[in-house]
């Protein structure tokens, strides 16, 4: 520390030098003679400042102005003469940090002082450099004036505000004690007009009853009246004498310092109070020993001691207590961990401990060991904490992790109970423990654990009856409820027995039983002392629990038993078994199952048993067979199954449900029986009534089976379907010149190319000699008959090689169509013929459709097929945005929608062109251009800031079913920069049901890629909850058909509420679109819809129109 001295007297500054030279190696001095030589070297870089009170040219307080004036980090002490005690406190009232009176020891004193004063000064600096407010109540304006310029030079983190009077000064204090207060301090002075200082105090502390310290000014000679004015409430006072001013600050910085002291003792107070109430109603004891007489003694411990363990604290701190109350298997550990405290400082130990009650509790003990300034060991601080119920917990689940593993490696019960009993009587060693168990062939009870009794006993309970009166676990298991006997000498259920019972030092007999999950008594858990004793509601909480573990083991152990008998069964039936989950999956099957199916053991385990469908059967029949399945808990019937090496073939199946003890599904069983034999012979000769022997084409009945079937799905889900009347042209002339073996080997052929060129799922059938008929289901528009006409005319175009010769033929069609053409099968079939004739008449080779009108159609579609492929060199299609909203109305994205304007007929409805583009491909380019526009316009918005987080991208068959679209999905984002989660790709449901296993792998490769999954038009195909669970989609759209007529049709609303629901099952966001009227909205929102689209929002605007949009949402 570095010291400046200023002391006019040589000797007493050499004496100083000295001293600290020898006994303060680290205070360097350094003097000055007089107080302008010491001014002159102040900003020398000195800590403190030493100077005598007296100087020749001035005074040790015009030194501590400058040092203060200037801001120096500086403590000053001052030295003053013998006697001169006044003079000493003016100098602290003026801000000194201390003072040494020159006395005859002041040199022993000085270095420690120096050193206290610094710290003080570092002390106080930390706090000037926090201001301090205080309000100046002061009419005269000089005096205010001058202490504001003063503090200004000399304290500047004491801030001033003045008011003139104590109106003023009231004005500006809260009214209230809760009111928080600007002001540090009051600084109030006597003489104020109007209301004086006295007055102005009285209404601060009494009335309004603030806190804040008060300081009273008064003038000279009015000291008397400022210190009675202390009892009023004042914190100090201040008289206006000479140099009064360079008291100020110290005085307020004392007061400040004092209420922030009584503000920390009063927050002590409530915090110990609070602590009070704290442990009383804590389960923790806290304690703590001293050292006394060479051994830890209790000093301290919380009163909540008598709650939780029923001693007095009077009695728990008297010496050995701690010790007796111990258990006795416990106590040289206990005693051990304490001696080993001082060397670890801190330790944790667990012990029994008994109550005032007698009761046992297991203690956790936590100790920490505190020591004094020199280290050495002065007290242990504790807290005891009550683990009785987590070691219950814990031998409970390790009784049941025990049971658990034995039962899984097939060990005998007697073991399991045997294991389950001991744990029981670990937690208490005065107890012995036996378990019963009910044998189902007799209904007696029979020993199968008690370790710790006499086998003499054991024996004597083995087989006993089950009747109230039978002792305890006879009457227990009887009465299906505990019986506790407390004395058995004087207890009526133990008459019989007591002979047996004092044999085998048994005085308290506790019986549980336990039970199957029917309520069945499985067996009883009894428990027994050597003396009278009656269970608290703890004690046997803890035996049912041991029990409930029992009830487990002898329920797996005989369930086991169960199952080995049906597994011999199971694999010596001659019938296939197939036993599945609900979900179902494959669990098992017998060896018959494999014989019949081709399908090994672990081929078919985890399979869905749809592995073996035919496809013989619509999805109606499968629903029905679930539907009755469900219902009726059971079906029988014949079906037709496919084996393994592909073969079809016919079984008479039957499936049972399994129930669990509560009667809820766990299983199906299905029992299955080989009809391929007898199928075989049937098939043979139903194949021969329905289909054509040259062509093995389906003839004309079999045609005219599957018209009038396609015609009744037709009513029933509107659709068109069409019917194609072929004639070969020129076929006469073949038979004619070839003969008729020849004819007949070029029906042959062309039945081959003809269902070549026709999808799987279309019928051609041979009707007459040179007569064909299709029948194609499902068509969008008559277009797509014409195209499927000009296919198969364009199929028998190439010459035919028929004996060596080249045969050229064509066709004639005609064409009718459901429902626009007929209503009936016959009429279908006549408009067709009639079509045909007109074909025939127009030069052959061709086709025509029933009507006039539908032959323009069709080459109107032509003209549309080749504008479509002109449009996109012409630039005529664009991008339209529609947005969407969440539920409360907020723009969240955009759905990407295609517009066609053509320059020759101007906008073109997506309904004409789209289908189209399907059918000839151009939808592939067309949705690569709407994929890749679509995501560079999003990404854009994105860069621009607006609040878009989505876009919407719709799929068609065809883009879904181009193995290189995750491809393309990646390239586009990467390209664009889009982040894949703003990017959901939409997909209609039958799309993804076409083919399950495809759809769920392309999915997978777009969730691989985060972009998300919606499915269109939901509720409008199969809505089946069990495969929506394996795609992994994200969102569904509740198709505009049912929001149409929503608020006026109770089955669109109760589809809309079914979606919803399947939505929340499977944690998916719905959306609603085509949302055009606010009760449909209402309606929505209260099923609880996540998001919107449609009219009522916003109709599909261009790109452009959306920033503006985005910007007035």
Avoid at 266 to 292: C, D, G, K, M
Avoid at 919 to 941: D, H, K, S, Y
Avoid at 994 to 1010: E, I, N, T
Wanted: glycine share 6%; charged share 25%; net charge negative.
């Amino acid at each position: 520390m570095k010291v400046l001295y200023i002391e006019d007297s040589v000797a007493d500054a050499d004496l100083a030098r000295r001293h600290l030279a020898r006994q303060a190696a680290d205070i360097t001095l350094e003097v000055a003679p007089t107080l302008a030589e010491g001014l002159a070297r102040l900003d020398a870089g000195f800590d403190l400042l030493l100077t005598d009170l007296q100087l020749p040219d001035g005074t040790g307080l015009e030194a501590l102005t400058a040092v203060r004036a200037r801001q120096l980090p500086m403590a000053v002490v001052v030295l003053t003469g013998s006697g001169d005690q006044d003079a000493a406190i003016a100098a602290l009232k003026a801000g000194v940090d201390d003072y040494l009176v020159k006395r005859a020891d002041y040199l022993e004193r000085l270095p420690q002082t120096l050193r206290a004063a610094r710290e003080r000064f570092l002390a106080h600096a930390e706090r000037r450099l926090r201001p301090l407010d205080v309000l100046y109540v002061e009419h005269n304006a000089f005096d205010v004036d001058l202490l504001q310029r003063h503090l200004a030079q000399r304290a500047p983190h004491i801030r001033i505000e003045s008011v003139p009077d104590a109106v003023a000064a009231l004005a500006r204090l809260p009214e209230t004690p809760d009111a928080p207060c600007p002001w540090q301090v009051l600084l109030v002075d006597y003489r104020l007009p109007g209301l004086d200082g006295l007055e102005l105090t009285k209404i601060v502390r009494e009335e309004r009853r603030l806190s804040v310290p008060i300081v009273l000014v008064t003038g000279q000679g009015s000291e008397e009246v400022a210190a009675q004015a202390l009892h009023l409430g004042v914190d100090d006072y201040l008289s206006k004498h000479e140099g009064y001013l360079y008291e100020v600050a110290a005085i307020v910085e004392k007061v400040d310092r004092q209420a922030k002291l009584e503000q920390e003792r009063l927050r002590l107070i409530e915090t110990s109070a609070r602590l009070a109430h704290f442990i009383a109603a804590s389960p923790v004891v806290l304690y703590s020993l001293r050292w006394q007489h060479g051994t830890w003694a209790p000093a301290w411990v919380s009163e909540n001691i008598t709650r939780l363990y029923g001693y007095r604290v009077e009695e728990a701190l008297l010496p050995g207590w701690w010790e007796t109350h111990l258990h006795p298997d416990d106590r040289a550990a206990a005693a051990g961990a304490l001696a080993r405290i001082e060397a670890a400082g801190s330790l944790e130990h667990e012990y029994r401990f008994r109550t005032a009650s007698g009761a046992l509790r297991w203690l956790r003990d936590s100790q920490q060991l505190m020591r004094d300034g020199d280290g050495k060991p002065q007290e242990i601080v504790g807290a005891w904490l009550d683990i009785t119920a987590s070691k219950r917990q814990q031998q409970i689940d390790e009784a049941r992790r025990t049971a658990l593993d034995a039962l899984i490696v097939e060990r005998p019960l007697g073991e399991i109970l045997d294991g389950i009993a001991r744990r029981l009587e670990a937690l208490d060693p005065e107890l012995r423990v036996s378990i019963l168990v009910v044998e189902p062939r007799d209904g007696r009870l029979y020993t199968r654990a008690g370790p710790s009794l006499p086998d003499f006993y054991n024996a004597a309970v083995d087989g006993l009856e089950i009747r109230e009166g039978h002792g305890s676990c006879g009457s227990a298991a009887a009465l299906g409820k505990n019986v506790v006997v407390a004395d058995i000498d004087t207890h009526p259920y133990w008459a019989p027995y007591l002979e047996l019972a004092h044999r085998a030092g048994i005085r308290a007999s506790w019986s549980v039983p336990f039970f199957d999950d029917g309520g069945k008594t499985l067996g009883t858990i009894g428990c027994y002392y050597g003396t009278p004793r009656t269970p608290n509601p703890e004690d046997l909480a803890l035996i049912e629990e041991f029990a409930r573990l029992a009830a487990l083991a002898v329920s797996k152990v005989r369930a086991n038993e169960r199952l080995r008998q049906a597994a011999a069964a199971f694999a010596s039936t001659r019938d296939g078994i197939v036993i599945t989950s609900l979900e179902p999956r494959i669990l098992a099957v017998n060896r018959a199952w494999s014989e019949i199916t081709g399908y090994t053991e672990d081929e078919a385990l985890g399979q869905n048993p749809r592995l073996l469908k035919s496809g013989r059967h619509d999805r109606s029949f499968y629903q029905a067979m679930w539907a009755t399945l469900q219902q009726a808990g059971h079906w029988q019937g014949e079906i037709w199954n496919r084996r393994k090496n592909g073969e079809i073939y016919a079984e008479w199946l039957s499936i049972g449900t399994v129930h669990d003890e509560r009667g809820r599904p766990t299983n199906y069983v299905g029992v299955l029986t080989d009809l391929s034999h007898l199928k075989s012979i049937e098939q043979k000769l139903d194949h021969l009534a329905h289909h054509d022997i040259l062509t093995d084409l389906p003839n004309r009945l079999m045609m005219q089976v599957r018209l009038a079937a396609a015609l009744e799905r037709a009513h029933r889900s509107p659709q068109r379907l069409a019917v194609l009347f072929l004639d070969l042209d020129r076929f006469k002339d073949v038979n004619d010149s070839l003969g008729h073996p020849a004819g007949d080997a070029l029906l042959v052929e062309v039945a081959k190319r003809l269902r070549s060129r026709l999808r799987e799922e279309d019928l051609l059938a041979r009707v007459g000699g040179d007569e064909f008929v299709a029948l194609l289901e499902g068509i969008l528009s008559p277009d797509q008959a014409a195209t499927v006409a000009r296919g198969l005319i364009e199929q028998l175009a190439e010459p035919f090689s028929i004996e060596g010769n080249q045969v050229f033929i064509g066709v004639s069609i005609g064409i009718s169509l459901h429902p626009d053409d007929a209503q009936d099968a016959t009429e279908l079939i006549q408009h067709a013929d009639a079509a045909l004739y007109q074909a025939k008449q127009e030069g052959r080779n061709t086709y025509r459709f029933h009507t006039e009108a539908l032959t323009r159609a069709a080459r109107e579609r032509l003209s549309l097929e080749t504008r479509l492929r002109q449009a996109f060199e012409r630039d005529e299609f664009a991008l339209y945005y529609q947005p969407l909203v969440d539920a409360a109305g907020r723009t969240f994205g955009v759905e990407a929608l295609l517009r066609w304007q053509s320059h020759d007929e101007g906008t073109i409805a997506p309904a004409r062109f789209i289908p189209l583009a399907e059918e000839t491909g151009l939808i592939l380019p067309l949705g690569r251009w709407v994929v890749e526009t679509a995501c560079r316009q999003m990404a854009a918005w994105c860069r621009a800031g607006l609040p878009l987080r989505l876009l919407a991208v719709n799929l068609s068959a065809r883009q879904f079913e181009d193995p290189a679209l995750p491809a393309l999905i990646r390239s586009t984002l990467e390209s664009t920069g889009l982040p894949a989660e703003c990017l959901e790709l939409e997909l209609t449901e039958s799309l993804l049901m076409k083919d399950v296993a495809r759809s769920l792998a392309v999915l997978q490769d777009f969730k691989a890629l985060g972009v998300k999954v919606a499915v269109d038009d939901f509720g409008t195909g199969y809505s089946s909850l069990a495969y929506l669970r394996r795609f992994p989609v994200d969102k569904l759209k509740i198709d505009q058909s049912f929001v149409r007529d929503l608020d006026v049709d109770p089955g669109d609303r109760e589809i809309a509420a079914t979606i919803v629901a399947m939505a929340r099952n499977l944690r998916l966001v719905v959306l609603a679109e085509g949302v055009e009227k606010p009760s449909q909205l209402d309606i929505l929102a209260e099923l609880g819809c996540d998001c919107y689209q449609g009219y009522l929002f916003a109709r599909p605007m261009p790109a452009d129109e959306i920033v503006a949009w985005c910007a007035n949402r």
